[in-house]
Structure formats: structure tokens, C-alpha cells
């Protein structure tokens, strides 16, 4: 893929973007530059550019604005000691925008060029990936945000016949600031996020916006996050709002939800390696909210844990619903920080990547 690069002239200073950079947060500053590249049936994907950063003009009958034909992407870029800047398996997150713009009846933008974009607009922007050596940074990064949507302007209901891909980014501070909090959950008996055949397993906006209410319902009653059950049978466990799940049993043994209607996150393949090279045995398979009541109850589900490109891992605490609740696992030794610690130290440079899951960009 070409590139053709227009180098912003209203770049941030080196001052403001230190003091970006000293308190990012998480997605409100973004980079000096952007990616684009345009797809029509005839020309296919053309056009590919970095410019500097700013708003659309989009005509208001633009397809994505009325059907959401759209999917996204998440991932990070990460500074190591040395200085150089790497992501962690981008062709996975590449592969996945494939299957979930299949799912969208999008074109396939191939996993080479999607990877090619990211590294070119980090390049560009390199200065903005924080500096990680410095004390209390240890976990800043650039997040990354690829998405493709229906750029067509046209009010018919049919893949559109203009497509764009764009790449931005945002730096993005450490997760756990005022320490680690093990996150409490709502389980919702009213809304689901995917049924059979449905677009769960893809990553598009419309998942997001069907969880909203329901993420509503669980601030309402004073939870942190909400656990969705699958629609056929409002039996098993599927996932969160935005992370996959993990349950860690007294013998070592660790189950997570099988795929099909969740969204396959990539920190959830990776740990199910990790695991398996730690001893653990790990299950990928339904399983019951039953068997999250009863476990905890038996002291026999000592952890749970979710996970996801944000937060990498976080602790599980109480479960409620309507009508009961369920505590905090116990009985546990941190199998979920030791697990993000490998994670982490991989993806910062600290620890060997025995995968060969890191790939330099800088
Ligand atoms: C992105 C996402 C995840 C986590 O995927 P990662 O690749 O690990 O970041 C989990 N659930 C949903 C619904 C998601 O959109």
C-alpha cells in the first residue's frame, strides 16, 4: 500500500504534549496526524493517507450514520526501556476486523495493509507514545483505535458502495491509579448482547450501543460493570460490556466462555497460552451462572477475573442481581496479577517474549 504523508502544522507543542503526556487519561487527546484509506468496488482500497488530525465532513444521509455498517479495532502501542515502540500482535487484531467486517458485509481491508497503517501513523506520531522509565508511568501507552465504516451517502439498505478505513490514536494513562479494585458486576436478566447468528462475536459500535441501557441499569444499582448471559437460554455466562471472563477453581483448573456469540478478545487467546505454560488447565466452555453462585458459595472458584486491551486484567468482585448477590471469590493467591504482570512485562519490554508476540514498529 502507497502512503502519501501531509505533515500537520498545528502539531502540539513539546511542552502541551508533556503535559499530555504527565495525565493523558483515556481517549480525549489524540494525535497531530491521522490515517485514511477510501474503498469503492471499482477502484478498491485507494488513497491511503496521513494527514493532520481533524473532523470529517460527512453529508448526512452517509450510510454508518443511519445503519451503522461499521467495526472497530483496539489496541496499544508501547515504549520499551530502549526507546524503540512496539504493538503487541497486531496481525490478530488485523484477522479479527476481517471476520468482523465480513460479518458487516464490509470489504476486507488485508491484514498486511491494516498493519502497514497503524505502524505508518505511530511512526508519524511517535512522540506521542509516553515515555515508560520515567517514575509512576510504568503503564502509559498510545492507544490505537483502526475503524471502517459506511461512508456512502445514500439511504438505501445495502452494503455501502463507499467504505472508509482510519486509523487514530490517543495516549492512554495507567489503568489501576488509586490501586487495584476488584470490580463489582450486575447481572442482567433483562437485556442480552448476542444471540445465534447475531453480530456478538463482532467488534462493532451497535454492540456497544445495545449495552448502554443495560450498563445503566448496572450503575443504577450501584455496580461497577455488567455480566450478560446468552439470549437462548439467559443460562451462561457470555461476557462483560467490553471484556472477556475468567473463573479459577481451587485445583488450578480455569475456565472461560466459549466462543460463538462473545467477542474474542485477544488478551483471552493470549492468556489461554499463558496459562497453559504456567500448569493450568484451561476450559474453553459454557458455563453456567449456576455454577458462578454455587462455586463461589463452595469455596471451590477461589478467583475471577476479567479481561480485555484496556485494562489487561481485572479482579471480579461481588455479583448482584435482582433479588441476591454473591461475594468475592476467596481463597486466592493473585493468579490473575500474576498473569497480567507476565502480560505487561511483555508488552513494556521487561520480560522475554517467549511468543513472539510483540512487533516493532519504531
Ligand atoms: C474488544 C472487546 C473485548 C476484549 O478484546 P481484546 O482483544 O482482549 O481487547 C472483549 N469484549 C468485547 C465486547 C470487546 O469489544
Partial sequence: MEIS?????AAVSDERLAEI????GFGTHFTDHMFTVEWTPDAGWHDARIEPYGPLTLDPATAVLHYAQETFEGMKAYRHPDGSIWSFRPEENA??????????????????DFVQAVDALVQVD?????????????????????FMFASEAFLGVRPAQHVTFMVIASPAGSYFKGGVKPV??????????????????????????????????????????????DAQEGKYVE????????????DGRMVTPETGTILEGITRASIIELAGKMGHQVEERKFSIDEWREGVASGDIIEIFACGTAAVVTPVGELKWDGGSVG?????????????????DVQFGRAEDTFGWMHRIV
Avoid at 504523508?5 to 502544522?9: K, L, V
Fill in 184 to 229: 463489582s458486576l450486575w447481572l442482567t436478566e433483562e437485556y442480552t448482547r448476542a444471540g445465534r447468528g447475531g453480530m456478538g462475536a463482532a467488534k462493532t459500535g451497535g454492540n456497544y450501543a445495545s449495552s448502554l441501557v443495560a450498563q445503566q441499569e448496572a450503575s443504577g444499582h450501584g455496580c461497577d460493570q455488567v455480566v450478560f448471559l
Fill in 328 to 344: 468475592t471469590p476467596e481463597g486466592g493467591e493473585g493468579l490473575w496479577q500474576k498473569i497480567r504482570q507476565q502480560l505487561v
Fill in 126 to 146: 511517535q512522540r506521542w507514545v509516553p515515555d515508560t522509565t520515567a517514575e509512576g508511568s510504568g503503564e502509559k501507552s498510545l492507544y490505537l483505535r483502526p
Fill in 5 to 9: 504523508t501531509t505533515t500537520s502544522s
Fill in 239 to 250: 461476557e462483560l460490556g467490553g471484556m472477556n471472563m475468567y473463573f479459577v477453581y481451587a
Fill in 21 to 24: 503526556l504527565a495525565n493523558p
Fill in 95 to 112: 484477522a479479527r476486523m476481517v471476520r468482523s467486517s465480513h460479518r458487516l458485509a464490509l470489504p476486507v481491508l488485508d491484514v498486511p
